[in-house]
Structure formats: structure tokens, C-alpha cells
């Protein structure tokens, strides 16, 4: 499986971002999917997960703002982003599991496939 994330850049507090992430496994509907963000120096944190059938789970810290969601047509992972804060920048990684069950943020914490990740800062 290679996940490949595209959409990241340099916004302004306030501002919107869009990532993709084109998944390169047929029927990747199957799988766990998922965002986590990662700032040099610091762990790597859940963003959000969506199950096989649609269900999703966020980090309180992006509840509310961030979206997450999949077009299992194009085999693409989403994450919306609106209302971005400056402790919003990191490295966005695109994640993936062939294990669908419990998947929901925080349990899951592992995932066996992760893309090279996209850049996302936002300045106040």
C-alpha cells in the first residue's frame, strides 16, 4: 500500500486547507484510515480517523474544525481543515491499516502504513 499526501502549504490563522492522500490499494474501503500530525522535536498525534463503514474520530484539539473523509471511487483520503490556528503546523501523515477493528481516536494508535507526509504552517 503507498499513500501519497498532497495539499499542505502556508496559510494565515483563519484560513482553510485541503489535504489528499491517493491511496494505491484496491479496495482500500476496507481499511482504517487516518491523519496524524507530527511538530519536529515532539510525538507524533492522532488528527483523525475514519472506519471502513464511514465512521469518524477527532482529536479534541481539531473537534469542530477539521473533517475528515474518503472517496472510495478514487481511492482518496481527505482532511479538511478550516478555522487553522498557528499550533495547527506540522507534518501531516496520511495513515492506513489492513486491521479495521477499533478504529477510533485515541484506542488506535498504530497503523501499519503511512505516506511521506505534507507540510502545513500557519502563521498568525
Not at 473537534?63 to 499550533?87: C, H, V, W
Request: proline share 2%; charged share 15%; glycine share 12%.
Amino acid at each position: 500500500v503507498q499513500l501519497v499526501e498532497s495539499g499542505g502549504g502556508s496559510v494565515q490563522a483563519g484560513g482553510s486547507l485541503r489535504l489528499s492522500c491517493v491511496v494505491s490499494r484496491y479496495n482500500y474501503s476496507t481499511y482504517c484510515m487516518g491523519w496524524f500530525r507530527q511538530v519536529p522535536g515532539e510525538g507524533r498525534e492522532g488528527v483523525g480517523y475514519i472506519s471502513s463503514d464511514g465512521t469518524t474520530s477527532y482529536a479534541d484539539s481539531v473537534k469542530g474544525r477539521f473533517t475528515i473523509s474518503k472517496d472510495n471511487a478514487q481511492n482518496i483520503l481527505y482532511l479538511q481543515m478550516n478555522s487553522l490556528k498557528p499550533e495547527d503546523s506540522a507534518m501531516y501523515y496520511c495513515v492506513a491499516d489492513q486491521i479495521a477493528d477499533f478504529c477510533v481516536l485515541p484506542q488506535r494508535t498504530h497503523f501499519n502504513f503511512w505516506g511521506l507526509g505534507t507540510q502545513v504552517t500557519v502563521s498568525s
